[in-house]
């Protein structure tokens, strides 16, 4: 039994005790992710994320997160941010990473270094209502990995399958999620 208290700097020991508890009540597994946004101007706008839900509380984070979200010239922006389909391909990067990470450490296996690259296909005749032929988000998405590690490649393309089928947001990307969108006419300033 493998008794470091930390690898890929997960605590393997609060990691245990997290899948325990959660197994042992299935509504402490219950999340829910908050982010407000307010626009700028153009294509710039201003999303931001204060706190989250999970195990039957309200935790707020250690500070607010900005992040500042735009189109580049081409597409009529300022360039003051990445554009949303750009945030889409870094929330991918970050959170099959982390599965990565998260199920590497489960397992034992040391992680010394890991690098991705994403591409995503879009065609903007979509957004554009130019065809209805033409999907208005990515038509496919691609992802390398480059993994330093002390495990085969077959180990490795393993841990890279289980991010995959671990990974909320890929499964966010890759299936159907009812989106509930609405709109309410604003009384007076917000600022």
């Known amino acids: 039994m493998n008794t470091e208290k930390s690898i890929n700097g997960v605590d393997i020991g609060q990691l245990h005790e997290t899948v325990e508890s ?11 992710f ?21 195990a039957r509380q309200t935790i707020p984070h250690n500070r ?3 992040l500042e979200i735009d189109e580049p010239p081409l597409l009529l922006g300022e360039d003051v941010g990445a554009n949303p389909v750009e945030y889409v391909l870094s929330a991918l990067s970050g959170c099959l990473t982390t599965s ?14 890991i690098e991705s690259t994403l591409e995503g296909d879009l065609d903007l005749r979509g957004f554009l209502g130019l065809s ?29 399958k289980l991010a ?9 990307v890759s299936n159907p999620v009812t989106v509930d ?9 917000m600022h």
């Open 132 to 160: 209805e032929e033409v999907r208005n988000g990515y038509q496919n998405i691609r992802v390398t990995f480059k993994i330093k590690a002390d495990a085969p490649q077959t180990k490795l393309d393993e841990l890279v």
């Open 164 to 172: 995959q089928a671990r990974s909320p947001v890929f499964d966010i």
């Open 100 to 113: 990565l990470v998260y199920h590497a450490a489960a397992q034992g296996i040391r992680i010394d270094e």
């Open 22 to 32: 959660i197994g042992n009540d299935p509504d402490l597994a219950k999340c829910r």
């Open 64 to 66: 607010d997160f900005r």
């Open 34 to 54: 908050h982010a407000t946004n307010r626009w700028v101007n153009g294509g710039h706008n201003r999303a931001m994320i204060h706190d989250f839900y999970a």
């Open 181 to 189: 969108v609405q709109a309410q006419k604003m009384t007076g300033s």
